[in-house]
């Protein structure tokens, strides 16, 4: 499967001051990763066995020749003995790209005759995965279909469907305009072509996932069929607010969904709303004597990314922006680990979440 990418979002900070007050926490905005396509590898086998060495991962595959469906369907490491027979089963399925943008810069995103979509990761002249697009731990575990033969089955429901603005309004910082908002799920059908599952495609906020999932859910379907046979399947699948004009970044692959430690979906939350929740641990965090006699009344700012497990413990962190003073940083990080809070519910189930704080401290 993709390598998962861990990213940050910056969405708000307190404001420390030497007095030891923390002020009311501000949005930031966060900046949208570089996209570059990958290299999609040759469509035919001679081509396609060169790239073909070391360790390669097939992330499951459909082949309509019995022999190859037999042997490759399933996902799980290439060896070298079988590179030969590979090359000669992918070359049946006549790849090509699809035209989707990918977030991951070495991929890219490529559909065959039966419409299903995958992914090639092509890192230094040498493939390393190819498989169903979209598939991660913790998501159902069925082939992947491109947008467009989603499409193709469609019966009812507006495909340009959006979220109401007051949904929008519950969504977006308190005083920020609301911008265009992308949301990409992953929609599942069963064999009988209703929607089994809606689960996020991408690391999100609750609200977000939420709301848009419920407008997945008027859409209808009849079966994706191959070799007229009804297989359940999925498609990554881009939603917007407003729902006009069409952003680019709707019909991007985007990065798999971040996962705890015990393998569940990470959601981001305001730090608004994960603050109240804290139980144990003071967000006053005050460099040492030492460091401040090297500051010299400097106004300092760091940020910190911040990730709780399903208990609301610390689960992990990542210093984003350091203060320019090592010590600082080092004391923030040390306190963090300390903090408790209580567990983020979402649908009734506790969640791994995370968010970003950014401390400025100002000697007055």
């Known amino acids: ?155 009812g429901g507006d495909p340009d469907a959006t979220i109401s603005a007051d949904e929008a309004s519950r969504i977006f910082l308190p005083g920020q305009p609301v911008p265009n908002l992308v949301e990409h799920l992953r929609l599942c059908l069963g064999e009988d072509g209703q929607l089994s599952t809606v689960t996020p495609a991408q690391t999100t906020v609750p609200a977000s996932a939420a709301a848009f999932a419920a407008v997945a859910r008027t859409w209808k379907f009849r079966p994706f069929v191959v070799a007229e046979k009804p297989i359940a399947a999925c498609a990554v699948v881009g939603f917007q607010y407003p729902a006009g004009p069409r952003a680019a970044s709707r019909d991007r692959l985007p990065r798999p969904p971040e996962l705890s430690k015990a393998g569940h979906f990470i959601y981001y939350v305001n730090p608004r709303d994960l603050g109240p929740r804290r139980v144990v641990g003071d967000s006053l965090v005050v460099p040492d004597d030492e460091d401040r006699m090297h500051l010299h009344g400097k106004r300092v700012v760091g940020s910190f990314k911040l990730c709780l497990d399903e208990t609301g413990h610390y689960e992990r962190g990542l210093l984003l922006q350091s203060t320019g003073v090592p010590g600082y940083d080092a004391k923030i990080a040390r306190t963090m680990m300390q903090w408790v809070y209580q567990p983020y519910v979402v649908d009734g189930v506790a969640v791994p979440v995370c968010s970003t704080v950014t401390f400025i401290y100002s000697q007055r």
Do not use: Y
């Open 1 to 155: 499967m993709r390598r998962l990418l861990s990213f940050g979002m910056a969405i708000g900070l307190w404001h420390l001051g030497a007095c030891g007050s923390a002020a009311t926490p501000q949005p930031t905005t966060p900046t949208a990763p570089a996209v570059r396509a990958g290299v999609p590898p040759p469509g035919d086998e001679a081509g396609f066995r060169k790239l073909l060495s070391g360790e390669v991962v097939n992330g499951g595959l459909w082949f309509t020749d019995a022999d190859c469906q037999a042997r490759f369907q399933q996902a799980g490491p290439v060896k070298p003995d079988a590179f030969d027979a590979f090359a000669r089963c992918v070359a049946t399925l006549h790849l090509r790209p699809t035209g989707r943008t990918e977030s991951l810069d070495d991929t890219s995103v490529l559909t065959d005759d039966a419409g299903f979509e995958i992914e090639a990761q092509v890192v230094d002249g040498g493939l390393k995965f190819i498989g169903f697009s979209g598939r991660a731990p913790g998501v159902p575990d069925l082939p992947s279909i491109t947008p467009q033969s989603l499409e193709s089955l469609r019966v």
